[in-house]
Nanobody, 128 residues
């Protein structure tokens, strides 16, 4: 069974950068699309972005487009979320999740209920 572990969270100042990693074990990552989700206190979980199994397709939510970048290294079973120009609204627990649905693996279309595996999350706090 695929296991996902996020790392890289922490405190970052507004306008700064932070890189999150999602490392998979117990399976081969290339079979799955990977999505990043986040959940701030008192708010619903929201999708941040999704990358197809090959990495050829990537989709982002509008509020992070141009600031966040998702990449993957299937040989290392790792997906990275690079966060630039962060602001306090980006503060949340960030989760990575894997999906084997063809819409996800082929077209990077991911949704929460369609994910097969989830990590436990890493906390990002944007504050001065």
């Amino acid at each position: 069974q695929l296991q996902l572990v996020e790392s890289g969270g922490g405190l970052v100042q507004p306008g700064g950068s932070l890189g999150l990693s999602c490392v998979a074990s117990g399976g081969t990552l290339y079979q799955y699309a990977i999505a990043w989700f986040r959940q701030a206190p008192g708010k619903e979980r929201e999708g941040v972005g999704c990358i197809s199994s090959s990495g050829a397709s990537i989709n982002y939510r509008a509020s992070v487009e141009g600031r966040f970048t998702i990449s993957r290294d299937n040989a290392k079973n790792t997906v990275t979320l690079q966060m630039n120009s962060v602001n306090p609204e980006d503060s949340a627990v960030y989760y990575c999740a894997a999906s084997s649905d063809p819409a996800s693996t082929d077209k990077a279309i991911c949704w929460g209920s369609g994910m097969n595996y989830w990590g436990k999350g890493t906390l990002v706090t944007v504050s001065s």
